[in-house]
Nanobody, 130 residues
Framework: VQLVESGGGSMQAGNSLRLSCATSGRTWSNYDMAWFRQVPGKEREFVAVIRMRTDGTGGATAYAGSVEGRFTISMDDAKDMLYLEMNSLKLEDTATYYC????????????????????WGQGTQVTVSS
């Protein structure tokens, strides 16, 4: 499985940016995909997750409190593309953003923990300035 992020860049606070994550080699029909971010010297931080399941829970999403209402995670299953629409960017959104794929329990303690995911992209840098 390969995950390749794109769309990062430098933006002024208040603007919007959309990150993309192209997936290939995935054979699971039931899976979860998430975005995490990390700043050098700090722990990796959960951003958002989307559940892609055929058991009726598909489409469910969850967000970190710091981005809820500003960020939107979505998945185009047919294109194998994961997106993160980021609006009203803040200085504190500056980080390297990673997409990840796995099959996690739909419990907050599980989907917020990066170690529970199986595959990771290389990351894309987002820099927000004033």
């Amino acid at each position: 499985v390969q995950l390749v992020e794109s769309g990062g860049g430098s933006m002024q606070a208040g603007n919007s940016l959309r990150l993309s994550c192209a997936t290939s080699g995935r054979t699971w029909s039931n899976y979860d995909m998430a975005w995490f971010r990390q700043v050098p010297g700090k722990e990796r931080e959960f951003v958002a997750v989307i559940r892609m399941r055929t058991d009726g829970t598909g489409g469910a999403t969850a967000y970190a409190g710091s981005v809820e209402g500003r960020f939107t995670i979505s998945m185009d299953d047919a294109k194998d593309m994961l997106y993160l629409e980021m609006n009203s960017l803040k200085l504190e959104d500056t980080a390297t953003y990673y997409c990840t794929l796995g099959r996690v329990l739909w419990l907050e303690s599980y989907y917020r923990t990066g170690d529970n995911y199986d595959y990771w992209g290389q990351g894309t840098q987002v820099t927000v300035s004033s």
